[in-house]
C-alpha cells in the first residue's frame, strides 16, 4: 500500500539557516505530492503540492521537487524565519481515495 | 461556512463514557475525512464520505467507532465506550471530491478528546 516516510525530528535552526526536510514514498502508479504545515494551535494547511514527475510545488518560500526516480518529495527553503517554527507533514494522493501522511516533522526557529 | 468547524474544540471525558464530535465541511465540498492525531505520530486515516456513496470505514480502529453524515454536510464521530488510548485530536476535513489529487484537503482545527 501507500506509504511516506518522513525526517525524524525536531529540527531546531537558528534563523536564516537553511531547511531540508527529507520525505520519501512508496505508491503505485503516479501519485501526486503535498506538504501540509500545522502551525501551533491551529489546523493543517497545505502549504504547497506538485502531481506529476519533476514537477516544483513552491510557497511562502518553500519549495518540493517531485522525484520519481528517487521517489522522495523534500521540502527546502533558504532562510528560515521564526515564524517558520510548526510540524510540517508530507503526504501523497495515490490508489487510495484518501490521502497517506508521513508521521511529521516538528520545526523551531530560534531568534 | 468558510472554513471548516469542528465542535467541540476540547473534550474531557471518563473511560467508558460515549462521545461524538461534529465536524462542518466547507459548503459544496462533497467530499468528507476524519483523521486521528496522536501525540508524536502522523494522521491515521479513520472514515471517508464522498456524495450519497457508501462510507470507506477501513480506517475505523474498531467497532466503538462510527461516523455519519447527514444531508451530504455535516458529519459526526461517535466513539462509544471510551477508553484511554482513544485519546487523541481528531481532525476533519473536506474537498471538492474526486479530484483531490489537484485539490487538496482544508482541515478543520481538530477536536482534542482526553479520557481520563
Known amino acids: 500500500g501507500d506509504s511516506v516516510t518522513q525526517m525524524e525530528g525536531p529540527v531546531t535552526l537558528s534563523e536564516e539557516a537553511f531547511l531540508t526536510i527529507n520525505c520519501t514514498y512508496t505508491?503505485?502508479?503516479?501519485?501526486?505530492l503535498f506538504w501540509y504545515v500545522q502551525y501551533p494551535g491551529e489546523g493543517l494547511q497545505l502549504l504547497l503540492k506538485?502531481?506529476?514527475?519533476?514537477d516544483k510545488g513552491s510557497n511562502k518560500g518553500f519549495e518540493a521537487t517531485y522525484r520519481k526516480e528517487t521517489t522522495s518529495f523534500h521540502l527546502e527553503k533558504g532562510s528560515v524565519q521564526v515564524s517558520d517554527s510548526a510540524v510540517y507533514f508530507c503526504?501523497?494522493?495515490?490508489?487510495?481515495?484518501?490521502?497517506?501522511f508521513g508521521s511529521g516533522t516538528q520545526l523551531t526557529v530560534l531568534p | 461556512g468558510a472554513g471548516v468547524s469542528q465542535s467541540p474544540s476540547n473534550k474531557v471525558t471518563e473511560k467508558g463514557k460515549d462521545v461524538e464530535l461534529r465536524c462542518d465541511p466547507i459548503?459544496?465540498?462533497?467530499?468528507l475525512y476524519w483523521y486521528r492525531q496522536s501525540l508524536g505520530q502522523g494522521l491515521e486515516f479513520l472514515i471517508y464520505?464522498?456524495?450519497?456513496?457508501?462510507?470507506?470505514k477501513s480506517g475505523l480502529p474498531s467497532d466503538r467507532f462510527s461516523a455519519e453524515r447527514t444531508g451530504g454536510s455535516v458529519s459526526t464521530l461517535t466513539i462509544q465506550r471510551t477508553q484511554q488510548e482513544d485519546s487523541a485530536v481528531y481532525l476533519c476535513?473536506?474537498?471538492?471530491?474526486?479530484?483531490?489529487?489537484?485539490?487538496?484537503?482544508?482541515f478543520g482545527s481538530g477536536t482534542r478528546l482526553t479520557v481520563v
Open positions: 506538485a502531481t506529476k514527475a519533476d
Open positions: 505508491a503505485t502508479g503516479y501519485p501526486s
Open positions: 476535513a473536506s474537498s471538492l471530491g474526486r479530484g483531490t489529487g489537484n485539490h487538496g484537503y482544508t
Open positions: 459548503s459544496g465540498h462533497t467530499a
Open positions: 503526504a501523497l494522493k495515490g490508489s487510495a481515495r484518501q490521502l497517506t
Open positions: 464520505f464522498q456524495g450519497n456513496s457508501a462510507p470507506d
